[in-house]
């Protein structure tokens, strides 16, 4: 069952804007992850938050978690080209399963 | 270098003929899982290993089966592959549980006619 959403479904901006994207999911979480994909390539882990945390930060990265609206956001800050990439959210339950939402695709314009 | 392999990258296949996709990784990681990945849906996972002889089902099990014999491989089997496995699959392995990190393969993306 998907558990995470990402909001919007593509997005796109001028380089050095901030852009944000949004994933809400539905069930109590042991921790929220975001992963990056470029065109059709393996997953990359960007940050990890967990449930009793409300705001993480790495490089030009910033997470923020609410859990009592069942939603996290991502902020890439001065984006560059080459954050051009999917992105998706991922959430971590208190069993062995793991649930990816369908991801917010981004576009950055030199 | 730490990584996740998988093998092949690409496959194009028929109906019916049974096939293997393996992946090994070399971080002596205990958790191992496979995903695929299908336009619009995002990632949903197939079958996860928490270690050696453990496996468990995912959200899309069927028409797939999987071993975990070593702590390094965890190959998917496709024992009679039909069009809809038509997809990009990933494996992927984290150090203890699903709740950490995972490190992703580079995909194989395989057509079944």
């Known amino acids: 069952s998907q558990q995470g959403e990402e909001d919007p479904q593509a997005l796109s901006i001028q380089e050095g804007e901030n852009a944000t994207m949004n994933c809400s999911y539905k069930t109590s979480i042991n921790n929220l992850q975001w992963y990056r994909q470029n065109s059709g390539r393996g997953l990359v882990h960007l940050i990890l938050?967990?449930?009793?945390?409300r705001e993480k930060h790495s490089g030009r990265l910033r997470v923020t978690l609410d859990t009592s609206k069942k939603s996290s956001s991502l902020l890439i800050t001065a984006s560059r080209a080459a954050d051009t990439a999917s992105y998706f959210c991922a959430t971590g339950g208190y069993g062995q399963n793991f649930v990816f939402g369908p991801g917010t695709r981004l576009s950055v314009l030199p | 270098e730490a990584q996740v392999t998988q093998n092949p990258r690409y496959l194009i296949t028929v109906t019916g003929k049974k096939l293997t996709v393996t992946c090994s990784q070399n971080m002596n990681h205990e958790y191992m899982s496979w995903y695929r990945q299908d336009p619009g849906l995002g990632l949903r996972q197939i079958y996860y290993?928490?270690?050696?002889?453990?496996?468990d089902k995912g959200d899309v099990p069927e028409g797939y089966k999987v071993s975990r014999k070593e702590k390094r491989n965890f190959p998917l089997i496709l024992e009679s592959p039909s069009p809809n496995q038509t997809s990009l699959y990933f494996c992927?392995?984290?150090?203890?549980?699903?709740?950490?990190?995972?490190?992703f393969g580079p995909g194989t993306r395989l057509l079944v006619l």
């Open positions: 290993s928490m270690n050696v002889e453990v496996t």
């Open positions: 938050i967990r449930s009793n945390e």
């Open positions: 992927a392995s984290s150090f203890l549980a699903v709740s950490e990190t995972q490190y």
